[in-house]
């Protein structure tokens, strides 16, 4: 990612300087990065530091702009002003009124900012269908369910073509017009001042180049109503947090007879008391009789499909952790499971009978 470099340093210019003097580096660098004055192996380069001069004096040659960046820098002018919206208010005719450029810098000035618009002409509106957006729906699911699968109903709500129009938005028997500000384009031209301007979408007809005169009284001229939806939605074995479950065509409508978006649903695992999930794998823990840990022996073990035996060896510790191969969750891909993870901990009785306490205080005496 390309990191911008201080306005006030591309300028040379300290911050605290006057209006007047970033005017004046701005024109300084203006000529010495004019095309007439460079080689035309430099040219592309004087090109983008043109470019980089002119949207530093934007910025700071404009008192609201200015304070936005001295508080916030970059972030606060890119993340309010459009490119276009940057250089709006600027003085650029003044100045090269002043330096004689006349229109040969015009011309090259559009090279440079393509979004404004003059000599290069208007640019048409691709009116053709359009594909309608995706919607994305976050589902619940339980540990059990990512283990066997499940069907999972879901209600939403979603854009779709108007039944009575067909998606025209035009009552029947009518049609659209061309937009009589555009000419059909769909954009407007608007003056910065002097030769600049720039281009945005027409506020008439909201850039589509066509206005409706008699609208569908269904969709009130938009084409799409907006209906609930219910659906079942597959889920595969193995899913986690975060798998996207796509289904097709069951997104927004498409603008101008374009095809559907689709649905995403993206699964949510609830938390479960039992086990701890790390990718196919299971966690659990479990205690055992102190006895069970000296000497040996097998307990019973919860796996989440099944009750299982596990061998405890002699002389196991508290804090032991066991593996049971293939007893974790399947891969979503390939359907091998992954393995379950045991921690013992040793259960240390808390009431003891006299005979308990006779035994293991010979326990205690034949160890010493």
């Known amino acids: 990612m390309t990191t911008k470099r201080d306005y006030y340093e591309i300028l040379g210019v300290p911050k605290g300087a006057s209006e007047s003097d970033v005017q004046q580096a701005y024109r300084k660098l203006a000529v010495q990065y004019h095309p007439d004055r460079v080689p035309s192996e430099k040219k592309e380069e004087a090109r983008e530091k043109f470019k980089e001069i002119s949207e530093a004096y934007a910025v700071l040659c404009d008192a609201q702009k200015r304070r936005m960046y001295d508080q916030y820098g970059h972030v606060g002018i890119d993340g309010r002003y459009s490119q276009e919206d940057i250089f709006k208010g600027a003085d650029f005719d003044s100045v090269f009124h002043d330096l004689g450029f006349g229109t040969g810098f015009e011309s090259f000035f559009g090279d440079v900012f393509d979004f404004f618009g003059g000599s290069g002409g208007r640019k048409i509106r691709k009116r053709g269908p359009e594909r309608g957006a995706d919607i994305e729906i976050p589902v619940n699911i339980t540990l059990n369910d990512s283990y066997n699968g499940a069907e999972k109903p879901i209600s939403f709500y979603r854009t779709e073509t108007c039944p009575t129009c067909n998606g025209s938005g035009t009552k029947q028997g009518t049609t659209k017009k061309t937009c009589p500000v555009c000419r059909g384009t769909g954009q407007q031209a608007s003056s910065l001042g002097g030769f600049l301007t720039f281009t945005q979408p027409c506020n008439k007809c909201r850039g589509s180049g066509e206005i409706i005169d008699t609208p569908c009284a269904t969709c009130a001229g938009r084409g ?38 689709d649905l995403y649903v993206v699964v949510r695992l609830e938390k479960n008391n039992m086990f701890d999930r790390d990718g196919d794998d299971l966690y659990t823990q479990t205690k055992i009789p102190f006895h069970t840990a000296a000497i040996g022996g097998d307990i019973d073990i919860t796996s989440i499909k099944e009750q299982l035996k596990m061998k405890i060896p002699s002389g196991t510790q508290s804090g032991k952790v066991f593996r049971l191969k293939e007893k974790g969750m399947p891969n979503i891909h390939t359907g091998k499971s992954g393995d379950l993870y045991i921690k013992v901990l040793i259960d240390v009785p808390t009431k003891l009978s006299e005979r308990q306490k006779e035994l293991l205080r010979e326990f205690a005496h034949l160890s010493e």
Do not use: F, L
């Open 224 to 261: 799409k109503i907006k209906q609930p939806t219910s659906i079942t939605v597959k889920i595969p074995k193995g899913v986690n947090s975060g798998t996207s479950i796509r289904v097709r065509s069951k997104g927004e409508a498409g603008e101008r007879g374009g095809p559907p978006g």
